[in-house]
């Protein structure tokens, strides 16, 4: 009977990335998966990864590791919010368009609504980069990268090749440890498994299925080019300060590679030296920001609302919000139509080989750099750490019960 389980499973996750046999799903399902995702996905992007594989693959059978795979190393090669895209790209696969929409607005709104309100009360929260529950969040987050490391590379490096690779790209990313370097290791594991690694046969059964149009897809994309060269323009042309926001964080969200750490020096850059926030009052934001669960780039909401003059406040949150997330879903709306097609060839087939182990290779860096080394301090970090592990892998313990565990047990241990 086992055998026939295994079989059965297989054939589940086939049906769900070809499209065919599931039933698509509804906004308002994928509103309430995201909306628990957005209150206790903390740790950052790369450990969000995890927890989307977790509940999208394992749990919810919605597509196949392969098929995931795919869509992480599509949306770690495209400027912008790399865990958000995928979100927005697994909305897009179970309901569409509205499904994509309704993902964004499930997985980054938690977020962003804490932080605008952390932008009223600045003052009264201080600082919160010494908080033994924030710290507790970062050692259960070392745990959720290590489960979906341990899980991807059995299924996406199941040969000594494809092992060295993954390696290799994280050698090469921990040695240039920018977004060029991160960039080159998926180009080079592309290069690598379009010369050395055989693809299959035959194409991969079914087609993820995103149901968006060629048409459209061509459209995003001249809009996406047509807004990075004139909202600078019609910024410095007109004078107004609510272009100005509009134009720098559409910038931001348009150039900047490797997710919400990178993003913030950059914004720091946009909006401190202008005057339209104080050093210190970015800096509170920036502790918060990486106290709440869900994407950092929501640290846009937080500058928006604290901005001085206007527009601020709950306008000005949203009006950065939505200039900062703009470009990655004009880029996601303009790809994923062709990535579909892409996929399918056997050429491609072999290129995503090398692509999916290169980014294993990528999250096993950012396992140790970021993640690491700003949660392990401690034996007793790493006895947590491994507690947490052990929970999440062989007790197969939902995350967000991990992650109050964590926090909670940092917190007592410290009292």
């Not at 997985?107 to 908080?131: C, M, N």
Request: charged share 10%; net charge positive; with cysteine.
């Amino acid at each position: 009977m086992e055998p026939y389980r295994e079989r059965a499973s297989d054939q589940r996750l086939l049906d769900a990335t070809a499209g065919n046999s599931l039933r698509p799903g509804s906004p308002s399902e994928i509103l309430r998966v995201f909306l628990k995702l957005g209150l206790t996905s903390f740790g950052g992007p790369v450990a969000h990864l995890g927890y989307f594989r977790a509940e999208f693959v394992e749990r919810r059978e919605w597509l196949s590791e392969s098929a995931y795979a795919d869509i992480v190393a599509l949306c770690q090669f495209l400027p912008g919010p790399a865990s958000s895209q995928v979100a927005v790209s697994l909305g897009v696969l179970r309901a569409g368009l509205a499904g994509g929409l309704t993902a964004w607005c499930g997985f980054t709104l938690p977020s962003a609504l804490i932080l605008i309100l952390f932008a009223y009360g600045v003052d009264r929260v201080g600082d919160l980069s010494h908080a033994h529950w924030l710290h507790g969040l970062k050692i259960v987050a070392t745990a959720v990268v290590a489960q979906a490391i341990w899980a991807m590379a059995r299924n996406l490096c199941p040969d000594r090749q494809r092992v060295t690779l993954a390696v290799g790209a994280a050698m090469l990313v921990l040695a240039a440890p920018s977004a060029l370097g991160q960039v080159g290791a998926i180009i080079a594991g592309a290069l690598i498994g379009w010369r050395f690694l055989p693809a299959a046969p035959a194409p991969i059964a079914g087609r993820l299925g995103f149901g968006l149009s060629r048409r459209l897809a061509l459209a995003a994309l001249a809009l996406f080019f047509a807004l990075l060269l004139l909202l600078p323009l019609a910024s410095a042309a007109s004078g107004s300060h609510a272009l100005d926001l509009i134009a720098s964080f559409y910038r931001s969200g348009a150039l900047v590679f490797g997710g919400g750490h990178v993003v913030l020096p950059l914004l720091q850059q946009a909006v401190v030296p202008p005057g339209w926030i104080g050093n210190d009052g970015f800096l509170a934001g920036y502790g918060a920001a990486q106290a709440v669960p869900g994407p950092l780039f929501t640290f846009a909401a937080y500058l928006g609302a604290a901005m001085n003059g206007s527009p601020s406040g709950w306008l000005g949150g949203l009006i950065c919000l939505t200039a900062i997330y703009l470009p990655s879903f004009l880029l996601l709306v303009g790809v994923l139509p062709f990535w579909d097609s892409l996929r399918q060839r056997a050429s491609v087939q072999s290129a995503l080989k090398g692509v999916n182990a290169a980014v294993v290779g990528l999250l096993l860096a950012a396992l140790y750099t970021p993640v690491w080394t700003s949660a392990m301090g401690s034996s007793t970090d790493f006895a947590i750490g491994l507690a947490a592990f052990l929970l999440l892998v062989f007790w197969r313990a939902p995350p967000w019960l991990v992650v109050i565990l964590g926090a909670a047990t940092a917190w007592a241990l410290s009292a």
